[in-house]
């Protein structure tokens, strides 16, 4: 068991065993699933829920975590973060939030409010749909922050990308408050997620 937590990979490997596993179980006992739009769309929700876990858990990290603690590090010790931890962190945060992006509209595709849930329902006025579609349109901006201005940013701030050091300041000034921007429109968001899926 210790080799097997050791190793992140082995860890995943069998996650990902473990909940094959699970979902043969329930298939069998079920007596079978039809691998119709239902079924796509329940894989599609299940992609959804465990990239924007990934997206949303390291937006947290680094609002919650690393910003914070920075100023707290050791000179010495923060190339460790900036050089490290930081871009690797990054890796992860900005595709996720692009297959959460991703799997989110292929999902309502599946379910047929795609359209309606981007126009806020504002022609068919079903509540569910004008929830959903804030939420998307929320994720939507979230994203487009992650690629279009937190990633460029951070580029510099890390030195992964060459500039001044005024540039560089800025940059991760910018990067910073637009990482609070979405941590700020996250919890909205997730309410307009889960309120569509509960209260109508």
Not at 175 to 186: E, P, Q, V
Request: charged fraction near 10%; proline fraction near 4%.
């Amino acid at each position: 068991m210790i080799n097997l937590l050791s190793s992140l990979s082995k860890t995943i490997h069998t996650s990902i065993a473990l909940a094959i596993i699970l979902f043969l179980g329930f298939f069998y006992q079920n007596g079978g699933f039809s691998f119709d739009t239902l079924f796509w769309s329940w894989v599609a929700r299940y992609t959804h829920v465990l990239v924007g876990i990934m997206w949303i858990g390291l937006l947290w990290y680094f609002n919650f975590v690393q910003i914070p603690n920075m100023s707290k590090i050791p000179d010495e010790q923060k190339p460790a973060i900036g050089k490290v931890i930081a871009p690797a962190a990054l890796f992860y945060f900005r595709w996720a939030a692009a297959f959460t992006v991703l799997s989110g509209l292929i999902l309502a595709s599946l379910n047929g409010y795609l359209h309606d849930a981007m126009t806020l329902s504002i022609s068919s006025g079903i509540p569910k749909h004008t929830a959903i579609g804030i939420g998307m349109w929320l994720g939507l901006i979230m994203a487009f922050n992650v690629w279009f201005v937190i990633w460029p940013n951070q580029k510099r701030a890390l030195g992964i990308v060459e500039c001044d050091p005024d540039l560089k300041a800025k940059s991760a000034k910018t990067a910073m408050l637009f990482s609070r921007t979405n941590t700020l429109l996250s919890i909205p968001m997730l309410l307009t997620m889960v309120a569509a899926q509960n209260l109508y």
